[in-house]
T-cell receptor, first 112, second 112 residues
Framework: AQSVSQHNHHVILSEAASLELGCNYS??????LFWYVQYPGQHLQLLLK??????LVKGIKGFEAEFIKSKFSFNLRKPSVQWSDTAEYFC??????????FGDGTTLTVKP | DAGVIQSPRHEVTEMGQEVTLRCKPI?????LFWYRQTMMRGLELLIY????????DSGMPEDRFSAKMPNASFSTLKIQPSEPRDSAVYFC??????????FGQGTRLTVV
């Protein structure tokens, strides 16, 4: 069965700091990879996705993620965070069987 | 399209009562997922359907939980009898195979 591991449970940064959130997955087959964001009191929304092709994918709001197949990783990055980026971030894996598995989430707090 | 629609948005019920959560997926989507989110356990996949057929219900916590999808445009998650530990936010999501999931706004359930 697939699993997703997010290394950081809670990250606290000051505005303009750079962000990197780790995500590793365990699955032997082909996967599609996603990062979702959940702002306080809201539902999950898609930040970016990787299906194939260029392993560096760009999403909304200046976020990007890099798929490194050899490391089974899909880390999320942003060069300069803003206070409005305060949210919970989820990494997810979708197998070709149609099943999505989410990581436990990382709570990001950006101090103004 | 209005997105994934869940009802009710909030539900407060007494222990022992039956609770029914409803979900209308995005038209044309052939996968439907039910998730539960709590502070303690994070985001848990309860069950998912493909073309109205339950594919994996291994995440359903107990026999008190049941889910149905009588047609492509409607699904229910029922808890009978409800218990205080069932208090959580329940999300429904839908997708087209091998693409990202779109989440509803969630139902916040409180069992007192």
């Amino acid at each position: 069965a697939q699993s997703v591991s997010q290394h950081n449970h809670h990250v606290i940064l000051s505005e303009a700091a750079s962000l990197e959130l780790g995500c590793n997955y365990s699955y032997g087959g082909t996967v599609n990879l996603f990062w979702y964001v959940q702002y306080p009191g809201q539902h999950l929304q898609l930040l970016l996705k990787y299906f194939s092709g260029d392993p560096l994918v760009k999403g909304i709001k200046g976020f990007e993620a890099e798929f490194i197949k050899s490391k089974f990783s899909f880390n999320l990055r942003k060069p300069s965070v803003q206070w409005s980026d305060t949210a919970e971030y989820f990494c997810a894996v979708l197998t070709n069987a149609g099943k999505s598995t989410f990581g436990d989430g990382t709570t990001l707090t950006v101090k103004p | 399209d209005a997105g994934v629609i869940q009802s009710p948005r909030h539900e407060v019920t007494e222990m022992g009562q039956e609770v029914t959560l409803r979900c209308k997926p995005i038209s044309g989507h052939d996968y439907l997922f039910w998730y539960r989110q709590t502070m303690m356990r994070g985001l848990e996949l309860l069950i998912y359907f493909n073309n109205n057929v339950p594919i994996d219900d291994s995440g359903m916590p107990e026999d008190r939980f049941s889910a149905k999808m009588p047609n492509a445009s409607f699904s229910t998650l029922k808890i009978q009898p409800s218990e205080p530990r069932d208090s959580a936010v329940y999300f429904c999501a839908s997708s087209i195979r091998n693409t990202e999931a779109f989440f509803g706004q969630g139902t916040r359930l409180t069992v007192v």
